[in-house]
Structure formats: C-alpha cells, structure tokens
C-alpha cells in the first residue's frame, strides 16, 4: 500500500497546525500541515460501504484512544466457546462474554461512533461499517500528529 510521506512537513506538524482530508470518491487521506495545508502524508483508506455511508462534512476529532475496543463489533461467548462474530446486535442467542474487535489509534469523529483507525482490511474501495480504515504506520503517525478538535473534512 503507497503511502507519500514529506518528512520535512510531518517535522512541522504538531497537532495544533494540522487537518486531515478524507476523500471517498478517491478512497485515500491526507495529513495537512500548516497555514497553506500543505500535504505531509498521502494515503489509501477504506470508507462506508452501502447503506453504511461515512458521512460527508467536517469533523473535529472528539477523542484519541491508542488501544480502544469496539463495543459493538467483536466476538461472543458461552461457556468458552465462540457463539458469534460480527455485529453483536444481530446476535439473538445468549452469551456470557463479549470481546469487542480491536480499533486501535481510534479517533472518534462522531457521536454515532464514526472514526478513523488502523485496519488489515484497507482495499481502497468502501467496504467499512462508516469508519475510516488506515494503514498501521500512516494511521499511526496521524494519531501522533493531532489532537482532539484536529478538523477532519471528509468531502466526496
């Protein structure tokens, strides 16, 4: 996966200088950095499929949680033995543990729990829940380089 790094502009960046660009039509984001907004980081990411649809407009960055856990997408369990992976709400049985899915470098953009994070499954193409799916090390360096209340402007 091809991602562009100026290390030059990613130097600059501290959090209170940077905005995050993502484009669904193009499926790749960016790390801006500066007055003129200059690109640091170029980068694939995976956006809402159908009927789960990463919602355009702009967004501060609610939260920062390095090593979060969904609590709605994950594993359950009974007696030991998984019962059911995948969304929890869908499951009807019963269950006596819920392991949720890992999101880490989570940052929340939406209280309907929309976020960017790290992901295996970047196919540049939506496929998400509404998330915004990174690669490790980009997504990584963007949780190092924001802050809460970074604008994140996702544009079609």
């Given at each position: 996966?091809?991602?562009?790094?100026?290390?030059?502009?990613?130097?600059?960046?501290?959090?209170?200088?940077?905005?995050?660009r993502?484009?669904?039509?193009?499926?790749?984001?960016q790390?801006?950095?500066?007055d003129?907004?200059?690109?640091?980081?170029?980068?694939?990411?995976?956006?809402?499929?159908?009927?789960?649809?990463?919602?355009?407009?702009?967004?501060?960055?609610?939260?920062?949680?390095?090593?979060?856990?969904?609590?709605?997408?994950?594993?359950?369990?009974?007696?030991?033995?998984?019962?059911?992976?995948?969304?929890?709400?869908?499951?009807?049985?019963?269950y006596?543990?819920?392991?949720?899915?890992?999101?880490?470098?989570?940052?929340?953009?939406?209280?309907?729990?929309?976020?960017?994070?790290?992901?295996?499954?970047?196919?540049?193409?939506?496929?998400?829940?509404?998330?915004?799916?990174?690669?490790?090390?980009?997504?990584?360096?963007?949780?190092?380089?924001?802050?809460?209340?970074?604008?994140?402007?996702?544009?079609?």
């Amino acid at each position: 996966m091809e991602v562009y790094r100026d290390e030059a502009l990613l130097q600059q960046a501290n959090g209170s200088n940077t905005r995050v660009r993502i484009d669904i039509s193009d499926q790749r984001a960016q790390l801006l950095v500066g007055d003129k907004q200059e690109v640091a980081m170029d980068l694939p990411c995976c956006t809402g499929k159908a009927g789960k649809r990463t919602p355009v407009g702009t967004y501060p960055i609610k939260k920062k949680i390095a090593a979060k856990r969904s609590n709605i997408f994950g594993s359950l369990y009974k007696n030991g033995r998984q019962v059911h992976r995948g969304d929890r709400r869908k499951y009807r049985g019963s269950y006596d543990r819920f392991v949720g899915s890992s999101l880490p470098y989570w940052m929340r953009l939406t209280d309907s729990g929309i976020g960017m994070h790290y992901s295996a499954y970047v196919h540049r193409h939506p496929g998400s829940n509404g998330c915004v799916r990174m690669p490790r090390e980009a997504v990584r360096t963007i949780f190092a380089k924001t802050l809460v209340g970074t604008p994140v402007d996702i544009v079609h």
